[in-house]
């Protein structure tokens, strides 16, 4: 069984995403989907607008704006038959078969994460290959290496990659190891999750044929807003966190000295 939590935010593309989940996969009733919605009242979501295997929990968007607090409620909704873990942003679209070749493609103790190649709002679906990189954290916060992967490029399947928030797959006990830490802000969001993925002994890694695609196109929202309230200042919550020892398990599977990325970024 695949848990499949989605974080939307005043997001008219989740009701075709749920949809082309559920329609591509070669096992729809092996899936469950829990939709964390941040709305206006006036025209929120209601539950028989989606397909069956989405469970949807609705909340004014003014209450509640921090996207990791958000995505820490996944563990709440865990079931004991949940074997496998995604976690996407409210506007992707997705190959046939998606949920077998995740699986087939999932190595022992690892996390399939990457930005997906990109699908387009209006017109007819064309398949695209290219895979983004982190472009905010590069310039806010130095460069953190999300790997850039095009067929013509590269004869690997696989290469190191950090986890994107918005795409990750892996297995369900990763949300009892690593899980989101709530008090984070969304700039450290990425570089939180990778390091204590690596700390937890996790490989990441980007494949190639990734059936996910996701879309950059900003206009589906229904507003744009992405005013976070924190609880506590985020650098020195990521700053409690850093230690020598799982610094080094960065440097060295990176191949980047990650205590001189602390000390100009965090």
Not at 152 to 180: C, M, N, P, Q
Request: aromatic fraction near 18%.
């Amino acid at each position: 069984m695949i848990y499949v939590f989605i974080a939307c935010r005043l997001d008219k593309e989740i009701i075709p995403t749920c949809y082309d989940l559920i329609q591509k996969a070669e096992n729809p009733n092996d899936i469950k989907i829990v939709v964390f919605n941040q709305d206006r009242q006036q025209d929120m979501f209601f539950q028989d607008l989606f397909p069956s295997q989405v469970t949807l929990v609705n909340v004014d968007y003014r209450k509640f704006s921090n996207i990791c607090w958000v995505r820490s409620m996944a563990s709440y909704f865990i079931e004991p038959s949940f074997k496998y873990y995604l976690c996407i942003d409210s506007h992707m679209r997705f190959d046939k078969n998606w949920d077998t070749q995740l699986i087939n493609t999932l190595k022992p103790n690892s996390i399939l994460s990457a930005y997906p190649p990109e699908y387009q709002l209006y017109g007819e679906f064309k398949k695209s290959y290219g895979h983004y990189t982190n472009n905010f954290n590069k310039e806010k916060l130095g460069y953190f290496p999300f790997v850039t992967v095009h067929f013509a490029e590269s004869d690997l399947d696989y290469r190191k990659s950090t986890i994107a928030a918005g795409f990750h797959f892996t297995t369900i006990d990763w949300l009892y190891k690593v899980g989101y830490d709530k008090l984070l802000c969304w700039g450290f969001e990425a570089i939180d999750l990778t390091y204590r993925s690596i700390e937890a002994g996790y490989e990441i890694i980007n494949y190639k044929q990734t059936p996910i695609y996701h879309l950059y196109d900003k206009r589906a929202r229904k507003q744009e807003d992405h005013a976070e309230r924190f609880l506590m200042d985020c650098k020195e919550r990521m700053r409690s966190k850093i230690n020598d020892e799982t610094n080094r398990k960065i440097s060295n599977y990176y191949d980047i000295d990650f205590d001189d990325f602390i000390k100009r970024f965090i």
